[in-house]
């Protein structure tokens, strides 16, 4: 084994990219599916607001995290639902009014620091053993929830009122859907960061859309794609010494790009 | 047997009603025409069947069990959206498709087996489009796809069909393929069914009841009625023309929109 692989830092960094790496493509393949993924980059702005109020309390940033994107994530879901709002309107709102927030927060605590910045950018060098645990039993629940639901979730993907007619509480599982997303995306934040945990929520399950039209094999492929993208990600990072998020959204999108050139999907 | 019976139901969005006490009972081997003008309140009907939507006054029955409970019956009517084209990528193939319909019998965690999907093959092969199970549904005709999401709801054997314009947005010839396999289904399988449309003439031979909209009317009865120039006249706010050729009659109500 190389040395550097002996580093319980590169361990645990390594660990935390494998995790990432299949617990975002799975919750994004949904969202893909459904058309829904800019909620993804919503939701991750809205954290983020959540880290800047946890920094300016001096309280645990993920937490706050947590609770700001859950809170929002039901705000977008029974806009939704009472349809009042689009999904994108309501979204775009929030983003916005998260983004403001979260500059606010920072600019009344003046703390523009490194730990503020660790959660933007994310840097998945700083992981400790508890995030890995916390990544960990989120992909199993994550894994349990999916396989449970498999029927109902792809049911409404595909139609929603067919699937309501049938009697699946559409309601109910798109609720679910949204928070296990939300979960996803906090769990991630710290290793890739609010600005890029989009790219991998997204761009794995894409690039996997690209090349099936059945959907197991498009949720295989999209884990496949993440695990590439953020184990390869994150051992160039730290071979060439580079920023390790943009090294996993980087290659995240070279596959997308490859899968898109090679697709034999076409619109219309 | 009443499959479904609608007792006085108003019905409407926001409180305000389109349909307003309106009553009928679908019985066992009944075929009902759903008819009338864009915007009178078709395909909220058939909702407030289906129990997506409540009605703003009156009571639906589905197997003598009021729709807005969960009840085990809601799950016995098999239903044919109205729809615009799938997504043509959409990653699902036809037999993907028509397994939805195995889902309500499955628990958590089961997915449909080989049992499931010889009965899929099965139904595919009934309908003529057995060599179409693993193409992707969005890369089908408005008329495959149509025959695929009846394939769909065939497969819970349900007690009863809802067909909410079936032909809509389908070619002539594919639309008269969907009618013989709507034909073959009611008179094989013995099931009631209601079969929304714009155009009754298609599907005259079948129709042994009608439920007739319009603006603030309706009408409701044994076919009969679709051949009554006044109640015609007060659906459609003109008069209508009936042409009778070669034994058969035709009604010709041409494109209406509400201005």
């Known amino acids: 084994m190389p040395e550097i692989l002996k580093l319980g830092i590169i361990q645990r960094a390594l660990f935390a990219s494998l995790l990432v790496g299949l617990i975002l493509p799975l919750s994004g393949s949904f969202a893909v599916v459904r058309k829904s993924a800019f909620l993804g980059a919503g939701v991750a702005h809205i954290a983020f607001s959540g880290v800047a109020f946890g920094l300016m309390i001096s309280s645990p940033p993920i937490l706050w995290a947590f609770i700001f994107s859950v809170l929002a994530s039901v705000l977008i879901w029974h806009g939704g639902k009472s349809k009042r709002m689009d999904y994108d309107l309501s979204i775009g709102i929030l983003f916005s009014l998260a983004m403001a927030l979260g500059i606010l927060f920072l600019g009344i605590s003046k703390k523009y620091g490194s730990e503020a910045l660790g959660y933007l950018f994310g840097n998945i060098l700083t992981t400790t053993k508890g995030d890995i645990y916390t990544l960990a039993v989120l992909l199993l629940l994550l894994l349990i929830f999916y396989l449970a639901f498999y029927k109902e979730l792809f049911f409404m993907s595909f139609n929603e009122e067919l699937a309501e007619a049938s009697g699946i509480n559409v309601s109910v599982f798109s609720l679910l859907l949204l928070l296990s997303m939300t979960l996803s995306v906090v769990a991630s934040l710290k290793a890739v960061g609010a600005l890029l945990v989009f790219g991998l929520l997204v761009m794995p399950a894409a690039a996997a859309y690209q090349l099936t039209y059945d959907f197991k094999k498009m949720i295989t492929l999209s884990l496949l794609f993440g695990l590439i993208s953020s184990i390869g990600g994150i051992a160039i990072s730290i071979f060439i010494d580079v920023p390790s998020g943009a090294t996993i959204v980087l290659l995240a999108f070279a596959i997308f790009l490859l899968s898109f050139l090679f697709s034999r999907k076409k619109g219309g | ?259």
Not at chain 2, 35 to 42: A, D, E, I, Q, R
Not at chain 2, 72 to 80: C, F, N
Request: hydrophobic share 40%.
């Open chain 2, 1 to 259: 047997m009443k499959i479904i019976e609608v007792k006085d139901v108003s019905l409407g969005y926001n409180g305000k009603a389109v349909v307003e006490g309106l009553s009928f009972d679908v019985e066992e081997k009944d075929f009902w025409t759903i008819v009338g003008p864009n915007g009178t309140g078709k395909t909220t009907l058939i909702k407030a069947i289906l129990g997506l939507i409540k009605p703003i006054k009156g009571k639906i029955l589905v197997f003598g069990c009021p729709v807005q409970k969960v009840c085990r019956h809601r799950k016995m009517i098999g239903y044919v959206p109205q729809m615009e084209k799938f997504d043509p990528n959409f990653p699902a193939r036809v037999m993907d498709v028509v397994l939805t319909g195995s889902y309500n019998k499955l628990g958590a965690f089961k997915m449909p087996g080989k049992k499931e999907r010889e009965r899929a093959l099965e139904l595919l092969r009934w309908l003529g489009m057995e060599e179409l199970a693993d193409h992707p549904i969005g890369k089908l005709s408005g008329g495959q796809q149509r025959k695929a999401l009846l394939a769909r709801a065939l497969f819970a054997e349900p007690r009863a069909l809802i067909l909410d314009e079936p032909t809509s947005g389908v070619d002539i010839v594919s639309q008269e393929k969907l009618i013989e396999l709507i034909e073959k289904v009611y008179r094989e399988k013995g099931l009631p069914v209601l079969f929304v449309t714009h155009n009754v003439n298609p599907i005259l031979h079948l129709i042994t009841n009608a439920v007739l909209l319009g603006f603030g009317k309706h009408a409701a009865g044994s076919r009969e009625i679709l051949f009554d120039r006044k109640i015609l006249r007060e659906i459609y706010g003109k008069e209508i023309e009936i042409v009778s050729q070669e034994g058969r009659k035709y009604i010709i109500t041409g494109d209406y929109h509400h201005a």
